[in-house]
């Protein structure tokens, strides 16, 4: 089986089948077959800590968190949704 290097090289790193998938936009299994074909054992998420200045014993997690609208976006969004509704009608 041929290995995607994008896939290989985020499973020597350490990351997880779950994220690798979520990183490339690939399914699990994918990420799962690649990782037997190299023949590296199963990953354990729990067991994966990111390399910290002080280790803290928590898993960080590598999916993108959602940013807050700031009031004064969403007011301007609420403003543009209404604009293009009456303009719709």
Do not use: F, W
Not at 1 to 15: Q, S, T
């Amino acid at each position: 089986m041929k290995v995607r290097a994008d896939i290989a090289a985020l499973i020597r790193e350490g990351h997880t089948d779950e994220s690798i998938a979520h990183r490339l936009g690939c399914h699990r299994d994918t990420v799962r077959c690649a990782r037997r074909a190299l023949r590296l054992p199963p990953s354990d998420q729990l067991g994966r800590l990111y390399a910290e200045a002080l280790p803290t014993g928590r898993v960080l997690s590598d999916k993108p968190t959602r940013v807050p609208t700031s009031p004064a976006q969403a007011a301007a969004n609420r403003r543009a949704l209404l604009a293009a509704l009456t303009e719709a009608a």
